[in-house]
């Protein structure tokens, strides 16, 4: 009971943080309330986000912003055709007394910006996508634990592929959110003009240490859950795969492949953290189609008919609810 009590408490208490780090996000980013959202939920989830938008809406600038609030250790790694793994992991090198030492790499703080992640190789997004799942890094044999809590968010632009290489559909699956970043009102537009034209300087406060990150996740994963909301999550995901006994008429003719386990997993925390940022101390099966989208968009490839016929990601997870 006193258990019980104390998670009452803290998810009262990570609600509360919530709604002051929305009302300092929002004295920088102008709209983009989804966005922010999302990006929070993949924190407290221990999950990492894909950005996906066109230039200058203000993807980096939303990471410095939340990191800041958050009071993070950040760092911003921009990916090129010519980075190395070494470039972001670290690597030894000899020192005064001729003995190997060991330089950590950029990816050695809490939230990293992996900034354009398909402008470099595949070895060198591979390095990156190992430390996502292990939170360590391995150089020389030695492994190195990486900071915690640890949060990767990663940018790509949509709409210039040329000289790109694109993630693998495995590697994509690492990845909790794909958060599509869309042009903004032309209200809110008009508010970003005014406010970045101007000598005006927005102080902001940090409202959560490191440590309470951790404390809050761990409270999140507390969170009690009904069957019916862990059969309704595994069955979602499951119709999203051809040719079984919950398969639907438009999985059968427009994918060719659908989500694996992983997704079961995200869809089942990211509506645990959807219920508590809300103030909820248990989540209901509409949490899960709140986190639906961002968690299956790029776990489905549609198959030719699909994009012939117009059929996008977007209307094939909809038809799933």
Not at 106 to 127: S, Y
Not at 225 to 242: G, H, I, P, Q
Not at 277 to 302: C, F, M, N, T, W
Not at 312 to 318: P, W
Request: overall charge negative; hydrophobic content about 40%; aromatic content about 8%.
């Amino acid at each position: 009971m006193e258990k019980f009590k104390d998670d009452v408490e803290a998810v009262d208490a990570l609600k509360d943080a919530y709604k002051q780090l929305h009302d300092e996000v929002s004295k920088v980013i102008i709209g983009q309330e989804a966005v922010v959202k999302e990006v929070l939920i993949s924190i407290f989830s221990k999950g990492h986000c894909l950005l996906v938008g066109v230039p200058g809406l203000a993807k980096t600038l939303l990471v410095n912003t939340i990191s800041q609030v958050l009071g993070l250790n950040y760092n911003r790694i921009q990916f090129t055709p010519d980075l190395m793994p070494s470039d972001i992991i670290g690597s030894e090198i000899l020192d005064d007394s001729k003995k190997f030492k060991f330089i950590k790499g950029p990816i050695f703080a809490n939230f990293i910006l992996a900034d354009e992640i398909n402008r470099t190789p595949p070895k060198t997004q591979a390095a990156l996508l190992e430390a996502m799942q292990e939170n360590a890094v391995t150089v020389a044999g030695q492994r190195y634990q990486l900071e915690s809590p640890f949060f990767v968010l990663a940018t790509q632009n949509p709409i210039e592929q040329e000289g790109t290489y694109p993630l693998p559909e495995a590697q994509l699956d690492r990845f909790m959110f794909n958060i599509w970043v869309d042009y903004p009102c032309f209200k809110d537009e008009i508010t970003i003009v005014k406010n970045t034209t101007s000598n005006k300087v927005t102080e902001l406060k940090h409202v959560l240490s490191a440590e309470q990150i951790v404390a809050f996740q761990n409270v999140i994963k507390n969170v009690p859950v009904n069957d019916s909301v862990y059969e309704y999550a595994v069955k979602l995901v499951a119709k999203t795969r051809k040719n079984n006994e919950f398969a639907t008429d438009i999985t059968n003719k427009y994918l060719s492949w659908g989500a694996g386990p992983r997704a079961s997993q995200y869809l089942i925390i990211g509506a645990k953290t959807h219920a508590v940022l809300a103030g909820k101390y248990s989540h209901d099966i509409e949490d899960v189609k709140a986190v639906a989208l961002p968690i299956l968009r790029h776990r489905l490839i549609r198959n030719y008919k699909a994009e012939a016929e117009g059929m996008t990601i977007e209307k094939i997870i909809e038809s799933l609810f």
